[in-house]
C-alpha cells in the first residue's frame, strides 16, 4: 500500500493525483459500513457553477454543531467565484459566507484553507489561500473570528503588503518551531518565474498514513472503502455493503473531510467536486463502538490542541504498547485542502474501558482514565472547574434588592500551579465577556445587577502561574 | 424593627436615641391626657444579604401623641396613639446598583407605659410603643415601623 501511495505522490499528472486522496476512517466495525447520501437533504451541494476544491469541518459560531466552509475554484467561465460556510441549523445548512465575512470573492477563486486558533482567543480564525488569475487582489487572507462566527479580514493589518504571498493552494497549521503558538505553512504553486510553466507541487495529497492498531479505515476520495483488518492488511468493501454510490459517481473529487455533523458518533464524509456538485455522506453506523476527544484548550490557552497527540490504552494498560489502541494528533490539515473536524476520533470496542494519555506540544501529559465508549471527552490542558452552578439570588438592603447569580464550582485536582479564576458572561454565539477575577482559594462569586427572567450563560476559566488560560466551564441560568 | 428583611440585614433589633417633650393638659379630663412630641433617631450597620457588603440605614422619626393617663399613686400608667413622619436613607457599598435610596413616610403608632417619680420634678419613664409606616420604594416595600421599648430618664418643670 505504500508503493501504491507513493507512485501517486510522484506522478506527474495532478489530475489523477487529484482523484486518489485517501482519508483514513478511524471505525471499529462491528457492523457494516453504509452511507446515505444526505446532500440534497441538508441543502449542501455547493455553488450552482460547481468548482469545489477546499473543504473544512469546523464549528465557527460554537453552537455544538460543525459547519463546513468550502472553497471554490473558478469553472465553467466562472469569475469571482464565492467560498460557501454552511452554517449548521441541525435540521439543514445555510450559506451564510457572505454575511460571516468569508465568502473570498477573488478573481479565478480560491483553494485551500485551515481553521486554527491564531491569535490564542479560544475561537477558530482562518487562513484562506487564493488562486492567481492575473487580476489584484490575488493573494491569501487571514480572517480573525470575533467569538461569534463572524470574521474580519486583518490580511492589511498583519502582513505589509510587499511581504504579502500573492497566492498558495493547500496550508497547513501548526507549532513548527515549538515556541507556543500556531504558525502557517502553505505552499506556491509558482517558483517566481511564470506560473504557467511550472506544474503546481500541491500539498499533503495524503493522509498521515501511519499504520497502527487502532484498526484505521481507509476512504479513497471520491472512490471506494477499504476495511482495516487490525494488522495494516486492507480489503476492499463492497459499494453494496457501503452504499458509496454518490462517491464513485463524483466528477472531479477534489477534496474530502471527516465531521460527525449529526453528533451520532460516527465520521460522516463531505466531497467538493470541481464538476459536479459537491457531496455529503452520511454515516449509518449506529453503535457506540467510539470515543472523541476534543481539545477545548491546549498549553497556549488556544482552542483546538493542534499538535497534541493523544494514545488510547486499553483501561488498566496506560502505557503497554501491547495495549495501545490508537494514536492520533491533532492537526491543522488534513490530506489535500482538506481540513476535518477538530477533534480525535477512535474506533472502539463499546464493551471495554480505555485509558487515555494527552501530551501536549510542551511535552506535558494529561491523562483519563477508565473512559467508557459512546461519547465524546472535552478536556484541555487546563482543566476547567468542576461541578460549575448557579443560582439567581437577591442581595437585599432594607430598600433595594440586587439580582445576582451566584456561582459555585470546586478546585479541579488535575490543575497545579492555579493563581486565580476568570469568569465570564457568554454573550450569544459564544462571545466572551470578561466580568471579573478571584484568586485560586476562592470558589464563589457573584455575577452582580443581573435581570429577573433573562437567561444567562456564565463561564469560569482557570489561569496558571503563566497566565495561562485553561478550558472553560460554563453554566446556564434560566 | 419586625420587617424579615431587616433582621436579615441589620439583625433583630437597633438602637434608637430619642428626645421628647411632652404637655399635660390642663383644662381637659381633669389632667389625664397628654400630648407628646418626640424624635426619635436611628443609625446602624448591615450587610447585604448575599455579598455580606456593609450598607448603612439612618431614619429619623417625629411622632406627635396624644396619651391617656391613669395616676395610680406610684405610678402613672398611660397609653395612647400617635403619627409618625419618617425619613430614611439607605446608602450601598460601590458596586451596588445604586448608590443610596432615601424618603419619606407617614406613620401611625401607639405606646404603652408608665412614669415612676423619684421627686417632684425627677423620674423615669417605660414604655413601648408600635409604630406602623412601610417605605414604598417601587418593588420593594419595607416595614420600618415595628415594636420599640424605650426607657429614660424624665424630668419636670411648671411654667
Given amino acids: ?478 | 424593627m419586625q420587617d424579615d428583611v431587616f433582621k436579615q440585614v441589620y439583625g433583630d433589633s437597633a438602637w434608637i436615641f430619642c428626645g421628647e417633650y411632652s404637655y399635660r393638659l390642663p383644662f381637659l379630663l381633669r389632667k389625664h391626657l397628654e400630648i407628646g412630641v418626640e424624635y426619635r433617631f436611628l443609625y446602624d450597620k448591615g450587610k447585604l444579604t448575599v455579598t455580606k457588603e456593609s450598607v448603612d440605614l439612618m431614619i429619623s422619626d417625629v411622632n406627635l401623641s396624644l396619651r391617656y393617663l391613669f395616676d395610680l399613686n406610684k405610678f402613672i400608667l398611660f397609653l395612647g396613639p400617635g403619627v409618625d413622619y419618617l425619613k430614611y436613607k439607605e446608602k450601598y457599598p460601590p458596586n451596588f446598583p445604586v448608590s443610596s435610596v432615601k424618603g419619606s413616610v407617614l406613620g401611625f403608632s401607639f405606646q404603652a407605659g408608665c412614669y415612676f417619680d423619684f421627686s417632684a420634678s425627677l423620674g423615669i419613664k417605660l414604655s413601648t410603643q408600635y409604630t406602623y409606616a412601610q417605605a414604598d420604594e417601587g418593588v420593594v416595600k419595607a416595614d420600618i415601623g415595628g415594636i420599640g421599648i424605650k426607657a429614660g430618664l424624665v424630668y419636670r418643670f411648671d411654667f
Fill in chain 1, 1 to 478: 500500500m505504500e508503493r501504491f501511495v507513493h507512485s501517486f505522490l510522484n506522478s506527474k499528472k495532478p489530475s489523477c493525483l487529484f482523484a486518489f486522496i485517501f482519508v483514513l476512517f478511524p471505525l471499529f466495525l462491528s457492523e457494516s459500513i453504509h452511507f446515505t447520501n444526505v446532500t440534497q437533504k441538508y441543502n449542501v451541494e455547493g455553488a450552482s457553477y460547481f468548482g469545489g476544491h477546499g473543504i473544512c469541518w469546523v464549528d465557527v459560531n460554537y453552537d455544538g454543531r460543525l459547519d463546513i466552509y468550502i472553497k471554490n475554484h473558478k469553472y465553467r467561465g466562472e469569475l469571482y467565484v464565492e467560498n460557501i460556510l454552511y452554517i449548521n441549523y441541525g435540521d439543514t445548512f445555510v450559506d451564510e459566507g457572505l454575511s460571516r465575512g468569508v465568502a473570498d470573492a477573488y478573481p479565478f477563486g480560491t483553494h485551500g484553507a485551515v481553521f486554527a486558533d491564531l491569535d490564542n482567543d479560544k475561537d477558530f480564525d482562518l487562513f484562506s489561500t487564493t488562486t492567481y488569475g492575473g487580476i489584484s487582489p490575488a493573494y491569501n487572507h487571514i480572517y480573525e473570528n470575533d467569538g461569534t462566527g463572524y470574521f474580519q479580514d486583518i490580511t492589511e493589518n498583519i502582513s505589509p503588503s510587499q511581504d504579502r504571498d500573492t497566492f498558495s493552494r493547500g496550508v497547513a497549521a501548526a507549532d513548527f518551531d515549538g515556541d507556543g503558538d500556531i504558525d502557517l505553512y502553505f505552499t506556491n504553486p509558482l517558483s517566481g518565474i511564470d506560473p504557467f510553466n511550472h506544474q503546481p507541487s500541491p500539498p499533503q495529497k495524503l493522509k498521515n498514513f501511519y499504520i497502527n492498531n487502532g484498526d484505521l479505515d481507509l476512504y479513497e476520495s471520491g472512490g471506494y472503502f477499504y476495511q482495516n483488518d487490525g494488522q495494516g492488511n486492507f480489503s476492499f468493501v463492497s459499494i453494496n455493503i457501503s452504499a458509496l454510490i454518490s462517491s464513485i459517481a463524483t466528477g472531479d473529487p477534489r477534496s474530502s473531510a471527516l465531521g460527525d455533523f449529526d453528533s451520532d458518533g460516527d465520521l460522516d464524509i463531505y466531497i467538493t467536486d470541481r464538476v459536479k456538485h459537491n457531496v455529503l455522506l452520511r454515516n449509518d453506523v449506529d453503535d457506540s463502538n467510539w470515543i472523541q476527544v476534543e481539545i477545548l484548550s491546549d498549553q497556549t490557552g488556544g482552542a483546538g490542541g493542534i499538535g497534541t497527540k493523544l494514545c488510547l490504552y486499553e483501561a488498566g494498560h496506560l502505557g503497554e504498547p501491547g495495549f495501545l489502541k490508537g494514536f492520533r494528533e491533532l492537526t491543522g490539515e488534513y490530506g489535500y485542502l482538506a481540513q476535518d473536524m477538530p477533534a480525535a476520533h477512535f474506533g472502539v470496542n463499546h464493551s471495554l474501558k480505555y485509558d487515555l494519555i494527552i501530551e501536549f506540544l510542551n511535552g506535558e501529559q494529561r491523562t483519563l482514565s477508565s473512559i467508557a465508549p459512546g461519547q465524546k471527552i472535552q478536556t484541555a490542558y487546563i482543566l476547567p472547574p468542576l461541578d460549575l452552578s448557579g443560582e439567581r439570588k437577591l442581595n437585599k438592603g432594607l430598600l433595594y434588592y440586587e439580582d445576582v447569580i451566584q456561582l459555585k464550582w470546586n478546585a479541579n485536582s488535575g490543575n497545579s500551579d492555579l493563581i486565580k479564576y476568570r469568569i465570564y458572561k457568554i454573550e450569544p454565539w459564544r462571545k466572551f465577556i470578561y466580568i471579573d477575577e478571584v484568586t485560586a482559594d476562592v470558589f464563589i462569586y457573584n455575577v452582580r445587577n443581573t435581570t429577573q427572567g433573562l437567561q444567562y450563560t456564565v463561564a469560569v476559566t482557570a489561569v496558571n502561574s503563566q497566565n495561562i488560560e485553561g478550558a472553560p466551564a460554563f453554566v446556564t441560568i434560566e
